[in-house]
């Protein structure tokens, strides 16, 4: 973009700094309207069609990618306006965790590599909720992000579509969002309109579908945004190459983001043949060359499926479309040579249920996992056995981050360190970061500094929003994630609890300072995930106010957990906590955050842990616990918690604490629900917390004494920096790119 053009219009400006959203929204047009002149869509690209979108803010990173953030840091600051007055503007939290910020991400990489990627999804009036704790309990509310405008949208009313369902019609309009880099793309992202009923289509990111109205208006949302999304891309289609649709999965690729946009292949195949009177069986063979599917779990309540009967109600026309593949996949693979057994395991339609997984594999040229051991997992155990037939559509494709938001502009301070010691050329290739590696000794005492300085703006922060205080020099382990059993939130409660029992005892002679820092949402209708929520502020309630123990020990909890706090947390931390049970964990992405902002590693061998590992080395990062293939042996039978429970005093003690009355779930019975799910009834310790929490005490530990030799300690976290290279979502995108999408 035009720097001095910018320079210039702004100056023009009237800025009132008693007026931050005024100013925020005339720097944000300004800046929109000087980059504004971009590419137009080109005749080859690729298309990413994802429910979430975890953005985070745009103003900082906006400007930073247009190349004048520090221009309006000084036309500001001559008007005495500080940049950072603009945290207050909300997040755009358009998704949920890990699964929406990795298409941020991959939004970010694409346009910065200059790869034409097009983002597609809907745009939620209401983002993912506002958490705060009353009494320590998870409160939802409204989160209203474009309350200061959206001056990073433009509103196309002249590309609007209209989207039939069976009872209504609404008008799809689409908001463009440019994603800047060497290229500018476009985050597309429809608003439905037209009546009240077609509103709360667009309203609320994950409405509540524990009933039969929720679960239509889920599938509505699905519908709605592929639907709009798929005719953008066949028109377009049209308009450069004309209707011979045997060329479309040459020039387009879909990646479909998990299995939320899956109906989009029958509504593809709908758009041919009832708008372009293309026969079914070439409709089918156009879309197998053209959809491509990321698997994001394996987790078994996670795998959609949809009630045909409800399909049918309310998209008639795409129930008659699905049956059709199922019966297409049917006679295909009878011919293949699949057994009765395998054609019925692997079927689009089971029972009177679409599976959508099984869908988006027989339908897609290409199916990918996110880390190495996932894929291995969905290969064997997810869908072996179109893996069987297909190997060679299957892939990986490990996840990453973008290191501009998660290095260059969260954590300044070790940018410049690194241009200092290596020079500048890793901002543009990030490969370059290698070269720190040479280093790492020459620099280990101004990396302390840095770390000291990120986490003093961290803890001052959490000082002045959730009014605890942390000592500066406090070790700061950090676990910030979506709340669920499997990331095993409730383990590290435990293992937080030992410890303190034996400060207590002082047992722990030389322990060296610690905070614990918790962030997290759960989702609202999940009662365990809270249960665990509410069972932390205790604990850190009688924690932090133990005289005894409290300039040691500290346990923050920290408030609507997202994108912005993020990025405060992970250039602070000194130990990234990744404990998930082993098998469970896709990829994670938080752990490469955190790898690159130089924290170590205190994790299991689960998701891109092993990679980070891999490349980092295990004696940079802690590793412990039971492997994914230990878990599944144990799973299958023998595993009793009960008798780790009764054997082991302290661990004892300390799971006790949910129903001796230690701590007060205000009679909601939550914490004995959580009692239970551990020793009593079924599935016991599903999760296996008990079973790993001796050695994640020993390992914390372990690392606590480690770092007592500041300078050891932080050479091994410069080595996690040094090799973070390959968990750039750069690398990622270029993998996407040259295999499955081919530009
Ligand atoms: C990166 C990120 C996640 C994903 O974290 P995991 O540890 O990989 O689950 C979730 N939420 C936010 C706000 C993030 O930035």
């Known amino acids: 973009m035009n720097r001095r053009l910018f320079i210039s219009e702004l100056k023009k400006e009237q800025l009132d700094g008693s007026d931050i959203v005024g100013t925020y929204n005339i720097i944000s047009s300004v800046a929109m309207r000087c980059a504004l002149k971009g590419p137009v869509k080109p005749r080859h690209c690729a298309h990413y069609f994802s429910i979430e979108y975890l953005m985070g803010r745009g103003f900082y990173n906006n400007l930073m990618e247009l190349g004048v953030l520090h221009e309006a840091s000084s036309i500001l600051a001559e008007k005495g306006i500080d940049i950072n007055a603009f945290e207050e503007v909300e997040d755009a939290a358009l998704g949920n965790g890990g699964l929406g910020r990795l298409a941020a991400?991959?939004?970010?990489?694409?346009?910065?590599?200059?790869?034409?990627?097009?983002?597609?999804?809907?745009?939620?009036?209401?983002?993912?909720?506002?958490?705060?704790?009353?009494?320590?309990?998870?409160?939802?509310?409204?989160?209203?992000?474009?309350?200061?405008?959206?001056?990073?949208?433009?509103?196309?009313?002249?590309?609007?579509?209209?989207?039939?369902?069976?009872?209504?019609?609404?008008?799809?309009?689409?908001?463009?969002?440019?994603?800047?880099?060497?290229?500018?793309n476009i985050l597309r992202l429809y608003q439905a309109e037209d009546s009240a009923e077609a509103e709360k289509i667009s309203e609320y990111l994950y409405p509540a579908d524990d009933t039969e109205e929720g679960k239509i208006l889920r599938l509505r949302q699905e519908y709605f945004f592929t639907a709009a999304a798929c005719r953008d891309i066949v028109q377009n289609f049209v308009r450069l190459h004309g209707t011979n649709f045997k060329n479309l999965g040459k020039y387009n690729t879909i990646q479909l983001n998990d299995t939320h946009p899956v109906l989009a292949i029958a509504e593809l195949i709908r758009i041919m043949t009832a708008e372009y009177a293309v026969s079914f069986?070439?409709?089918?063979?156009?879309?197998?060359?053209?959809?491509?599917?990321?698997?994001?779990?394996?987790?078994?309540?996670?795998?959609?499926?949809?009630?045909?009967?409800?399909?049918?109600?309310?998209?008639?026309?795409?129930?008659?479309?699905?049956?059709k593949i199922d019966g297409a996949a049917r006679i295909e693979r009878e011919k293949a040579g699949y057994s009765a057994a395998e054609i019925e395991e692997t079927a689009v339609i089971r029972g009177d249920k679409a599976h959508m997984a099984n869908l988006a594999v027989y339908a897609s040229k290409s199916v990918n996992g996110v880390a190495k051991l996932h894929t291995e997992i969905i290969e064997r155990d997810v869908f072996p056995t179109e893996y069987k037939y297909h190997p060679e559509k299957f892939s990986n494709k490990t996840n990453g981050v973008t290191q501009r938001r998660w290095l260059m502009l969260c954590n300044g301070e070790l940018s410049s360190l690194i241009d200092k010691t290596?020079?500048?050329?890793?901002?543009?290739?990030?490969?370059?970061?290698?070269?720190?590696?040479?280093?790492?000794?020459?620099?280990?005492e101004k990396f302390i500094a840095?770390?000291?300085?990120?986490?003093?703006?961290?803890?001052?922060?959490?000082?002045?929003?959730?009014?605890?205080d942390i000592p500066d020099d406090m070790i700061l382990y950090a676990q910030v994630k979506r709340l669920h059993e499997y990331k095993r939130q409730l383990m590290t409660a435990f293992a937080i609890l030992e410890i303190y029992n034996k400060l207590k005892r002082g047992e722990l002679k030389d322990f060296q300072p610690s905070v614990f820092l918790f962030g997290a949402k759960s989702a609202p209708s999940y009662r365990r995930a809270k249960a665990i929520i509410k069972f932390i502020n205790c604990i850190a309630e009688k924690v932090n106010a133990d005289e005894q123990t409290n300039g040691l020990l500290k346990v923050v909890f920290v408030r609507n957990y997202n994108v912005s706090y993020a990025e405060k947390i992970v250039a602070a931390a000194d130990v990234s906590l990744q404990v998930s049970t082993a098998g469970f964990e896709a990829s994670g992405t938080g752990n490469m955050k955190f790898m690159m902002n130089g924290a170590v590693t205190c994790g299991t061998l689960d998701g891109a842990n092993i990679e980070i590992v891999d490349y980092a080395g295990e004696g940079n990062n802690?590793?412990?616990?039971?492997?994914?293939?230990?878990?599944?042996?144990?799973?299958?039978?023998?595993?009793?918690?009960?008798?780790?429970?009764?054997?082991?005093?302290?661990?004892?003690?300390?799971?006790?604490?949910?129903?001796?009355?230690?701590?007060?779930?205000?009679?909601?019975?939550?914490?004995?629900?959580?009692?239970?799910?551990?020793?009593?009834?079924?599935?016991?310790?599903?999760?296996?917390?008990?079973?790993?929490?001796?050695?994640?005490?020993?390992?914390?530990?372990?690392i606590n004494e480690d770092y007592k030799n500041r300078v050891e300690f932080a050479k091994k976290q410069l080595s996690n920096t040094a090799n973070s290279a390959y968990f750039s979502s750069d690398r990622t995108i270029k993998e996407y790119a040259r295999e499955i999408w081919k530009i």
């Open 622 to 702: 802690y590793i412990f616990g039971a492997t994914a293939e230990e878990i599944k042996s144990l799973s299958s039978g023998g595993y009793s918690p009960r008798k780790i429970y009764d054997e082991d005093e302290e661990l004892h003690a300390v799971v006790d604490t949910l129903i001796d009355g230690t701590f007060d779930d205000c009679g909601t019975g939550d914490f004995a629900d959580l009692y239970a799910g551990l020793l009593k009834g079924e599935r016991l310790d599903y999760y296996f917390v008990l079973y790993d929490l001796n050695s994640y005490v020993e390992t914390l530990l372990t």
């Open 281 to 323: 069986k070439a409709a089918l063979d156009a879309v197998k060359g053209t959809f491509a599917y990321t698997n994001h779990t394996i987790l078994p309540e996670a795998l959609e499926c949809w009630d045909m009967g409800m399909i049918e109600r309310i998209l008639p026309e795409i129930a008659q479309i699905i049956s």
């Open 422 to 444: 290596i020079g500048r050329e890793w901002r543009n290739d990030f490969t370059g970061i290698f070269a720190l590696k040479e280093s790492i000794g020459d620099i280990a």
């Open 105 to 184: 991400c991959f939004l970010d990489s694409a346009a910065a590599l200059g790869l034409p990627l097009y983002g597609y999804g809907i745009r939620y009036k209401y983002g993912l909720f506002k958490q705060d704790f009353e009494n320590g309990f998870q409160k939802e509310l409204p989160d209203d992000w474009q309350r200061f405008g959206d001056p990073w949208s433009i509103r196309k009313d002249d590309e609007s579509m209209t989207i039939s369902f069976a009872d209504m019609v609404v008008t799809a309009v689409p908001y463009d969002m440019p994603v800047f880099g060497k290229r500018i």
């Open 450 to 468: 840095v770390k000291g300085r990120k986490k003093k703006q961290l803890f001052d922060y959490i000082r002045a929003t959730e009014g605890i």
